[in-house]
């Protein structure tokens, strides 16, 4: 399967899918900020939705290019599990958008983790976005050995940017 996602049906057809993770959730984004998502009838943090993961024990990784803003920070605040139950990276080289459901389907786009890039906003304010989403073996193997080889830090040593880098991940 190989699905367009437009930039109206981000939400719907990327986003919404973390509500039916089971095993592991893997996101790659430059830019993360507060965004939204519907939890039953109720409009949550998307963090809400990550902690809710990781009490089932999801195992959830996170690499983004640069600290979040305030609103996204009050609302990790919130919710205690993420300290230690998310892992995150933090890599001022990524610039990928990505995310892995389940190590069987993915995300490939240019929507960042932020309400304009694949959140709840309106379309008046909605990035446009593009991207596709598939369970072709081949490609997800592929995205996950790229999202791995940063997770693993295989280019920091070598990196000609670790002078921007608050937190090497080697």
């Given at each position: ?7 109206a ?6 986003l ?20 939204y ?10 963090l ?17 290019a ?11 605040d919130?919710?205690p ?10 890599c ?18 240019s ?18 976005e ?40 080697v």
């Amino acid at each position: 399967m190989f699905t367009y996602i437009s930039n109206a049906s981000h939400y719907k057809e990327v986003l919404s899918r973390v509500l039916n993770v089971k095993h592991s959730l893997w996101i790659g984004t430059a830019d993360i900020k507060d965004l939204y998502i519907e939890i039953g009838n109720e409009k949550k943090p998307f963090l809400a939705l990550i902690a809710q993961l990781i009490r089932k024990g999801v195992e959830v990784r996170l690499i983004h290019a640069k600290e979040p803003g305030p609103n996204f920070r009050e609302d990790f605040d919130k919710y205690p599990i993420l300290y230690d139950g998310l892992e995150r990276a933090l890599c001022p080289r990524v610039h990928f958008k990505m995310i892995v459901y389940d190590c069987r389907v993915v995300y490939i786009g240019s929507a960042n983790l932020t309400g304009a890039g694949i959140g709840m906003k309106g379309d008046d304010k909605r990035n446009f976005e593009a991207g596709i989403l598939t369970d072709e073996s081949i490609v997800v193997k592929d995205v996950m050995n790229q999202f791995d080889e940063v997770w693993m830090g295989k280019h920091c040593k070598k990196c000609k940017r670790r002078d921007f880098c608050a937190d090497p991940i080697v």
